[in-house]
């Protein structure tokens, strides 16, 4: 069985300065994804960015990028010069191409400060 | 472009009443559906997949049940609501191994 576990119940960061979020993972498969979704207010959960474990590059997605450490079995999450809508809940999540399921973990809201 | 749509978005139920809330998907073919629930405060716990039309996978055994009657359409049903069954209600479509939300429906059993 994969698990997910975000240590980070809540973090919180200044407008246009650097946060990462952690996040580790366990799974028995040799092949998967993980990801990170964002569910602001609205709760509306949404894909952020994206990373094959066969890939030894880092994911960047604009101002998004990942810290994926394979045999560590780290997946960080770094949102930099951030902004007031980045302000949200923050889930990390491992896909299981055996079952074809996505295994959340418990999330980390993220705070903004002005 | 593919959307997925979820209604109604707020359902407020006595308890031991039924509950149907559905979810389609437009702009796709032969998706995997799920529907996931999420407490206040908490991460996301599946409660049923499909891969197809009729078939249906349930992880968790409650009072809630699903049914896939047409390729892009997903249905969650209970015949009798509980108070426990409160929380919010995700639909999500996927083609390989991302999947895409809809925007939820709110449940409140009173």
């Known amino acids: 069985a994969q698990t997910v576990t975000q240590s980070q119940p809540e973090m919180s960061v200044q407008e246009a300065e650097t946060v990462t979020l952690s996040c580790t993972y366990d799974?028995?498969?040799?092949?998967?994804?993980l990801f990170w979704y964002k569910q602001p207010p609205s709760r509306q959960m949404i894909l952020v960015i994206r990373q094959e474990a066969y890939k030894q590059q880092n994911a960047t997605e604009n101002r998004f990028s990942v810290n994926f450490q394979k045999a560590a079995k780290s997946f960080s999450l770094k949102i930099s010069d951030s902004q007031l809508g980045d302000a949200a809940m923050y889930f990390c999540?491992?896909?299981?191409?055996?079952?074809?399921?996505?295994?959340f973990g418990t999330g980390t809201r993220l705070t903004i400060i002005p | 472009s593919q959307t997925i749509h979820q209604w109604p978005a707020t359902l407020v139920q006595p308890v031991g009443s039924p509950l149907s809330l559905e979810c389609t998907v437009e702009?796709?073919?032969?998706?995997?559906l799920y529907w996931y629930r999420q407490a206040a405060g908490r991460g996301l716990q599946l409660l049923f997949y499909?891969?197809?039309?009729?078939?249906i996978s349930s992880e968790v055994p409650q009072n809630l049940s699903a049914s896939r009657p047409q390729d892009r359409q997903f249905i969650l049903s209970s015949k009798k609501l509980l108070l426990s069954d409160s929380g919010f209600y995700l639909c999500?479509?996927?083609?390989?191994?991302?999947?895409?939300f809809g925007p939820g429906t709110r449940l409140t059993v009173t």
């Open positions: 799974t028995s498969e040799s092949d998967y994804y």
């Open positions: 999500a479509w996927s083609a390989l191994y991302e999947q895409y």
């Open positions: 999540a491992s896909y299981n191409f055996g079952n074809e399921k996505l295994t």
């Open positions: 702009g796709t073919s032969n998706p995997n």
């Open positions: 499909s891969v197809g039309i009729g078939q």
